[in-house]
């Protein structure tokens, strides 16, 4: 049978509140950077201004 429930009660939702790791990617030329979001892109120079935060997969 595969009639399973899930979802029973105990199931934790995901922390959203984390930010400690995120991946940036550079809107500008497609560098993405793990970690800390750079000063500046290392790639095409473009500022911090111009990375986006992106989820890591797998997690
Ligand atoms: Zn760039």
Same mark, same amino acid.
């Given at each position: !049978?595969?009639? @399973?429930?899930? #979802? /029973?009660?105990? &199931?934790?939702? %995901?922390?959203? #509140? @984390?930010? %400690?790791?995120?991946?940036?990617? $550079?809107?500008?030329?497609?560098?993405?950077?793990?970690?800390?979001?750079? &000063?500046? $892109?290392? %790639? $095409? #120079? /473009? /500022?911090? @201004? %111009?990375? &986006?935060?992106?989820?890591?997969?797998? !997690?």
């Amino acid at each position: !049978m595969t009639d @399973e429930i899930r #979802g /029973a009660g105990g &199931e934790k939702p %995901d922390a959203v #509140g @984390e930010v %400690d790791l995120m991946n940036w990617a $550079c809107t500008v030329c497609g560098y993405s950077i793990e970690g800390e979001l750079p &000063e500046k $892109c290392p %790639d $095409c #120079g /473009a /500022a911090k @201004e %111009d990375f &986006e935060s992106v989820p890591i997969p797998g !997690m």
